[in-house]
């Protein structure tokens, strides 16, 4: 019966452990999704990829064109046509560019949250809206000739996926599991820790026990992102490299977010370990009877 007793307690404390560690990396995730880090991080991926850059050049060469014969100077777009076009290409490639539709990005972050937890929310992707005007109208005023001539113009935002429906919806539901366990977490590994000091044979070492899994527990997971890589964990998480918590922590989780879990995981880790060898050295001069 003893020997049964010591196994639940090391599974519940196992399971305890876990959970308290799981939760402080979830909040992280949820406050990079709640203050915008996390949406931010996606923009900037989808405006470092080439492809999605030649698109957005595109279609605002196309908009810039018809926003200057609106203007009442159609005469002049066959002449300016070429130009604007390589004018644009250049401005979606420079970093001018990439900073201030970020810096516009970060003011959508609320719609990009309630898209990331609404139920009821058809399958769709995740589209973020680029405002253009500036850049085409800095691009028109250098044309050479023609560009004094130009009106100043009003382009619609241009539309950029950064995630496709298929990928957003995949996030959504690994996130849905990733604000569940910041939300219980820490009270579900509280309660697996205290069902495991009812049930053990040993309580006075329980406590060095519950912080040296603790302790290795966080360490091990903010080595791993230290050592292997923010991508690397991806590897090690259930589902493997195209599961549901790989695509969150891949495609949410940025590279803003990702220093902050590992210093967490790290102090937590060290704080539980220091705790263990107190709590054992404490356990120790108590005296060896069972309790």
């Known amino acids: 019966m003893t020997g049964l007793r010591t196994v639940v307690s090391a599974i519940c404390i196992i399971v305890g452990a876990f959970l308290v560690a799981a939760w402080a990396v979830s909040s992280v995730v949820v406050n990079a999704v709640e203050d915008g880090t996390a949406l931010r991080g996606i923009a900037e991926r989808a405006l470092d990829t080439p492809a999605v850059r030649a698109a957005i050049a595109s279609d605002a060469t196309d908009r810039a064109l018809g926003a200057i014969a609106d203007a009442g100077a159609g005469a002049v777009v066959p002449l300016v046509e070429g130009a604007i076009a390589t004018g644009i290409d250049a401005a979606v490639d420079s970093p001018g560019f990439k900073e201030a539709a970020l810096d516009a990005v970060d003011d959508a972050h609320a719609q990009f949250t309630e898209?990331?937890?609404?139920?009821?929310?058809?399958?769709?992707?995740?589209?973020?809206?680029?405002?253009?005007?500036?850049a085409i109208n800095a691009r028109i005023d250098d044309l050479p000739a023609v560009g004094e001539v130009i009106p100043e113009v009003t382009v619609p935002p241009v539309a950029v996926e950064a995630l496709d429906a298929e990928t957003f919806e995949t996030t959504r539901s690994a996130y849905a599991r990733i604000a569940w366990t910041a939300a219980?977490?820490?009270?579900?590994?509280?309660?697996?820790?205290?069902?495991?000091?009812?049930?053990?044979?040993?309580?006075?070492?329980?406590?060095?026990?519950?912080?040296?899994?603790?302790?290795?527990?966080?360490?091990?997971?903010?080595a791993a992102i230290a050592v292997l890589g923010p991508e690397t964990i991806t590897r090690f998480v259930p589902g493997g490299d195209d599961g549901a918590l790989s695509t969150l922590w891949r495609d949410v989780l940025t590279e803003e977010a990702a220093p902050v879990v590992m210093r967490r995981a790290t102090w937590l880790g060290a704080a539980a370990l220091a705790g263990a060898a107190v709590a054992a050295a404490f356990a120790a001069l108590t005296g060896r009877t069972r309790r």
């Open 115 to 134: 898209a990331l937890t609404d139920a009821l929310r058809e399958p769709a992707p995740l589209v973020i809206e680029v405002d253009v005007s500036d």
């Open 184 to 222: 219980w977490g820490l009270w579900c590994g509280i309660a697996s820790l205290t069902i495991g000091i009812l049930v053990s044979a040993r309580r006075r070492w329980f406590v060095p026990k519950v912080l040296l899994a603790l302790g290795v527990i966080s360490l091990a997971f903010g």
